[in-house]
């Protein structure tokens, strides 16, 4: 029997008729996912299968953000406007309209019991909605920036949010507060996850490290070392035993008891967006402009656990008090005995807020499902609920290609068959930061030339080439690598100046000194550092960086305009308003304020450079994918200068 892979490509088809903007994959099976567009669209899919099976429209702007209800009955999704749309799949229709966000979704979890539902938005909020009241029932606040994930304890009674803005905080639903604030990730926390069984916490984070949090004392249990990229997102086995980490292009197994990786997979599959189990294999899925692509993962070939590792086995009833093999307590996630009214009434509420005008009007007539596939509809989102008399059929893995199998061939969609509508996509003029090969390079020129004597006249010859000596060869090459070292080499010493006067303590010289080099790629790098630094930020660092970040946001690498992007929105946050208020009433001729005017000096020179980069970004906003996003988030946050 040939042996087969460890890991492998499934699927690739085309999603949306505009650049996909999120996805999520159904727990509960492992075989269902959704994603969202910039087509404004929630489309549904069989994992294994390439036709879309459900089409969801009523969202006025680009869906943001997508999550599946746990039995995989329910589904909501985020808007770049801040509302919510919560969809019956097995009813095909609209449940909820819910606004009261004013900027866009991040991330979503449906409650343990599926009544509430809580959003994660980049207002710095976090919400929790009564799903029967048709409204929010409180309002979360303590993040500083956006907030990128949030999940409910699996007994419902916390909420774990991971922010921006490097924090991991805990809420307490009945009490309707912080109670504990983790701190310890040096970068934005990308994702969080509650053990299935124990009082134990995961979160993930740029700063390429998975970290392990007790939620008895609250103290951090372990940390693994730094990967080889930043994490984008984390999922614990089905039984607890272990952690799966995802990355770029990459897929780890993590223990933490002590904190280690157990194994490594090297995948194809990008940046990956989310991760389930299902079937002793991982699933895995990844989006890029307007296709999914699916990769899967044979566990049963994974290492798993290593020496020194407590098995989790999960307890058929919970002891008294309920403890895990490892000596932690566990979750009581069987339903407590009470009405759902009562439920809702413990937790802390407070007065509804009127929805903001911006947000989408709550239209059920625009709501529409259409199903494109009636018999996988059928099978996959109907008679869920039906009593059978026989037991549920299993569901088969996928099967594994053989070894030695030559890279296979991604599912595509028969152009007959293809149901979501297509539009014409302008060819982007940005370099994608995720490519994997060196951009306006011409690989020939670093290759010996053949001479013109080697050209045949007989183009069915093959050209006769000349013997070349080794040093003739190894002269022709040196002169592409040499050229190349002294343009890494003077970066290096451009970057190693303005680190020594950064450790000196002078700021503000070692940001003049990297304006004054004249390279693009040291202020990205500087840049790099001030974002995770807000406190460094000054009025007189804004008035010398914001020419910077308007040459970065008008370059053709989107790594560079999404570093110029994420710098101008610490300034718009911190000095907006000082600068709109200093511009709109100027020092009076009346005595003299050296300050005053000063101040009023450094808010002139930054509106006009802000007006400046406001033309770019209205040039800019219409752009397809994130970079599109976050460029139209911009245009909203500089349109408040004029208020």
């Known amino acids: 029997m040939a042996a087969t892979k460890r890991a492998w490509k499934l699927q690739e088809f085309v999603a949306h008729g505009s650049a996909v903007n999120c996805l999520a994959l159904g727990y509960k099976s492992g075989r269902v996912m959704v994603t969202g567009g910039e087509d404004k669209k929630v489309n549904m899919w069989a994992v294994g299968k390439p036709n879309c099976i459900m089409s969801l429209s009523g969202h006025t702007s680009p869906v943001e953000c997508v999550r599946f209800g746990n039995a995989e009955e329910l589904v909501v999704a985020g808007s770049q406007s801040g509302s919510l749309k919560i969809w019956d799949l097995e009813a ?41 009241r048709k409204g929010c029932i409180f ?49 934005p926390v990308t994702g969080v996850e509650f053990h299935p069984n124990e009082f134990l916490l995961a979160s993930g984070s740029a700063d390429r490290t998975v970290k392990f ?32 980490g995802g990355s770029q292009d990459a897929l780890r197994v993590f223990a933490w008891e002590p904190g280690r990786c157990l194994d490594a997979f090297s995948m194809g599959w990008g940046k990956v967006a989310d991760i389930s189990v299902a079937s002793s294999q991982l699933i895995g899925a990844s989006f890029s402009q307007t296709n999914v692509s699916v990769y899967i993962v044979d566990l049963n070939r994974a290492q798993m656990s290593g020496p020194g590792m407590v098995s989790q086995p999960v307890p058929s009833e919970p002891a008294k008090p309920p403890m895990s093999a490892s000596g932690r307590r566990t979750f009581i996630t069987e339903r407590p005995p009470t009405s759902s009214t009562k439920k809702a009434s413990e937790m802390k509420t407070e007065p509804e807020e009127e929805p903001s005008a911006s947000n989408e009007p709550e239209d059920d007539s625009s709501n529409v499902a259409q199903i494109e596939n009636p ?74 030339k053949r001479p013109d004597s080697a050209v045949s006249a007989d183009p069915r010859r093959p050209p006769e080439v000349p013997e ?38 002078d700021i503000k010289t070692s940001v003049d000194s990297a304006v004054g080099m004249k390279d693009l790629s040291v202020m990205v790098d500087l840049l790099n550092v001030l974002i995770l630094k807000h406190s460094l930020w000054t009025l007189d660092l804004c008035t010398v960086l914001l020419p910077q970040i308007h040459e970065l946001m008008a370059s053709k690498y989107e790594s560079y305009c999404h570093t110029a992007c994420n710098a101008l929105k610490i300034v718009l946050r911190s000095f907006s308003s000082i600068i709109k208020t200093n511009v709109k009433a100027p020092p009076s001729g009346h005595g003299v ?51």
Not at 144 to 167: K, L, Y
Not at 219 to 232: D, H, N, P
Not at 235 to 242: E, L, R, S
Request: aromatic residues 8%; hydrophobic residues 35%.
């Open 468 to 505: 070349q000596s080794e040093d003739e060869v190894l002269s022709s090459v040196h002169k592409g690598h040499e050229s190349m070292c002294a343009v890494l080499g003077n970066r290096h010493r451009n970057l190693e100046i303005v680190r020594a006067l950064w450790t000196s303590g």
């Open 92 to 132: 095909a229709k609209i449940v909820r309209t819910l606004t009261g966000h004013k900027s866009n979704i991040r991330s979503l979890d449906f409650h343990p019991y599926g009544e509430f539902v809580a959003s994660g938005s980049m207002d710095t909020n976090i919400k929790l909605w009564d799903v029967r």
């Open 213 to 244: 949090w007790d939620l008895e004392t609250f103290q951090l249990v372990s940390s693994t070392g730094a990967e080889s990229g930043a994490i984008r997102c984390i999922f614990f086995h089905p039984d607890g035993k272990c952690l799966f």
């Open 593 to 643: 304020d050296i300050s005053r005017e000063e101040r009023y000096k450094k808010c002139k020179v930054c509106h006009g450079h802000l007006m400046a980069i406001r033309g770019l970004v209205e040039k800019k906003q219409s752009m397809a994918g994130k970079l599109g996003s976050t460029f139209r988030e911009l245009q909203i946050m500089l349109n408040g200068l004029d208020d």
């Open 375 to 448: 018999e996988d509809y059928k099978e996959v989102f109907q008679g869920r609920t039906k009593i059978e008399r026989t037991p549920p059929r299993k569901l088969e893995p996928f099967p594994a290609p053989p070894e030695d199998q030559s890279k296979a061939k991604p599912y595509k969609q028969p152009a007959r068959e293809q149901k979501v509508k297509q539009e014409p996509i302008k060819p982007a003029a940005i370099v994608p930061a995720d490519r994997n090969k060196p951009a306006d390079l011409n690989m020939a020129e670093f290759l010996p």
């Open 139 to 187: 309002t979360y606040k303590g993040h500083t920036d956006g907030v990128n994930c949030i999940r409910f304890s699996p007994d419902g009674r916390w909420i774990a949010s991971a922010g921006e803005d490097s924090s991991l905080k805990m809420w307490d639903l009945t009490a309707g507060k912080m109670i504990q604030e983790f701190k310890g990730h040096t970068g």
